[in-house]
């Protein structure tokens, strides 16, 4: 079985005016599986950390230039390579700033595409067909490139891959209505040049996608009538003459999908694994014609695995990372995780029961007595159940309801009696797909809770969301009905367990908890670990003064800048010199404890600056002044103890703590200057900030020294007694 899981936004979108295409040009893997560079159709690359959904660095090239192919990461020089202006080589590190300033070389003919894999030397396609290693190509840059592609072929589609410690390029082509693909060998330099049988007149492939499999490239290609075919093509070398002939290149029909009315104009089809398929923008089965879908399909059994509706325009693109697909569809770029188990009749008919592996994506239900003792290995067999517990088992299904009928309780039921029937539900372990079970119990209890105000459920609904198969996209107006009744716990959990929050959920929570007195958040009951790290936290006493983290507080008025910004000397008397040196910042916490924690978990919630920034700016300036002053007092803790961090509890990182300082002072910086209870805030902030910026600059250095080390070689025999001197700069 293949399963979709909740996906979130990477990136927005700008799509061009006549929203043929969505602005990207290509998406490549970087340097591990959570981080990707994505090429925009004009100007800029952009490298992004996955699971932060933050952008890391960007470059752009000068007004009036164009990238031409989408920028890759070669893994051996740790450098990145684009095209611009079909000619313009561009390679550059990710500490260069400026693209422009980077190396820069001119080739003699235009290039298709650059291709990068993990280990192996970049290539570099040329648009006439030509192929040649990118070191190659740079020791000569302005070197003749042949032409190997007749004069109306061109190419539509390429990619390489890495087959028997062997580097392959293949692409394909178009010529007056004919279709070929090429597979060209690098090392010996072989060619292999094969005819696509013809589908339907006038109908040319929409995507293509390959893999390596038992010693053949297995080309699978999507026509816009649904018609999805596989070729195999052998990688066993051939010589150059013989390659050089187009051979007929035979197919397999392996699915045949429903278009409705017309034919597709945007979608592709991406192979996932042996056995399924990926493919966006064909209509769903039973959903019908005019709307978007990302499916799943099984092509040994032709069954529908997975699906998913895509809001918005798709564009017939798609790639995919470590188990994540990549589809831009409206104005939004989204991740969507997914899982592809072994292809079996078993598995493809539903009718598979197989025991949930510690790898595997889809949540545990609630665990059993034998799982927490002694894992799931020691299971009592069905061969060895007495005839007691099977009789139990009997009559336990036949008493126990379905999930319909529970559904239906929850409707008109008491309190008392939708929790036992939940709860007994919850505790079964023969519940099929227990996301979807768990989905339909939230919201219905939801939707009860909002219409009737004497029913509420709180510790059933703590318990669906400790299943991990909820998030807010499924139950949206859990947290808002949690905030209404005031459940704390509630918010607290779907802060920790939900990855998609958005942002304007995560400002009302933020307003809730600063606004609310500490008396009420005190009668509220908490995580343990999140409060044990606060009571951690608050109760330390002041360690040893020094440079920490890279803020001293007895350094604190050097860093300081003359409070009008004039330049002129602070004259201050020896006794206030005296009693400045000695007494820190203010180090007592500005709200109780559990406020405190609720708090954390704001923090610790992700998001996107440009949409929380909106909401942020709604809070008011003594809510901002109050959370800036927790977040000082939290930095002072971390700064004078480095492992105030490192207990194994819930706690914010100082990351958190300095976005969020940046963030509430891009927000209301206007409102803080204007406040005068925030202008001595604003001048320890100012310190820290100064502080942060000397420790990056003097790990820089570190840095810098210790790459220098390591380039260093090391002398074998250096004798019994040497003296060596180092030159590190």
Known sequence: MAALYEGYTLCGLVPAQTLSNSGIRGIEAERDSDHVVVTDSTRSVTLFKVSDQKPLSSWTVKQGQTLTCSAVYNTRTKEYVAVSDNKVIRIWKEEDILLDKAFKATVSSD??????????????????????????????????????LAQEEAIRWSTNIVAESQQFVIFTTEQKGDNFVYLQRLNPNTLQRYRLEREEPGLSPLSFSASYRDKHVCLLYLYPNGHVYQSLVSVRGLGADE?????????????????????????????????????????????????????????????????????????GQIWTYSNKLFIPHGKTLSVIPYECRKSSLASALGKLREAKTEESKAPVSVPSWNNILHGEKA???????????????????????????????????????VQKEVEGLLSRADIQDLQSSVSHLASTLVERSLADPAFYTPSTLAQLVHTQSLCHSVCPDLVLLALERKDYFLCQLC?????????????????????MPDVDAEKASLEP???????????????????????????????????????????KTRAEDKEKSSTPPEQICPVGLHKAVLLNEVLMTAYSDTFLLPHLKDLSSQHVVLFLQYLQFLYLKYSQDASSQMYGLRSPSLTQIMDWVCLLLDAHFTVLVMTPEAKGLLLNLHSFVKSQVRLVSELGKIEGSLQELNKMKVKNDVGQYSIEVIELF
């Open 495 to 515: 802060l920790q367990f939900f990855p998609d929050i958005p942002e304007a959920v995560t400002c009302a929570c933020l307003k809730a908890f600063i606004s």
């Open 529 to 571: 670990d999140s409060v044990s790290f606060m009571e951690t936290l608050i109760a330390r006493e002041r360690g040893q003064d020094g440079l920490q983290n890279g803020f001293s507080p007895t350094l604190f008025d050097e860093d300081r800048p003359d409070a009008f910004g004039g330049g002129g000397t602070v004259i």
């Open 379 to 417: 299971q009592p067999s069905r061969t060895v159940e007495s005839r007691k517990t099977r009789a139990n088992r009997k009559t336990q299904s036949a008493l126990s309801l379905t999930i319909d009928q529970v559904l239906e309780v929850i409707k008109t039921a008491p309190v008392e009696e």
């Open 243 to 315: 390659g050089a002939q187009a051979l007929p290149l035979p197919r397999n029909l392996l699915l045949g999908l429903p278009v409705g009315e017309g034919l597709l104009e945007a979608a592709s089809a991406l192979v996932l694994d042996e056995a399924h398929v990926a493919i966006v923008g064909v209509p769903h089965p039973s959903a019908g014609a005019g709307k978007d879908f990302l499916c799943i399909w099984n092509t040994n059994f032709q069954t529908l695995q997975a699906g998913k509706e895509m809001a918005g325009k798709i564009y």
């Open 111 to 148: 290039v298709w595409r650059v291709h990068s894999l993990p280990g192996g030397e970049a290539v570099v396609l040329f648009q006439r067909g030509a192929v040649r290693l990118l070191d190659t190509l740079l020791s000569a840059p302005q070197q003749p490139i042949e032409e190997v």
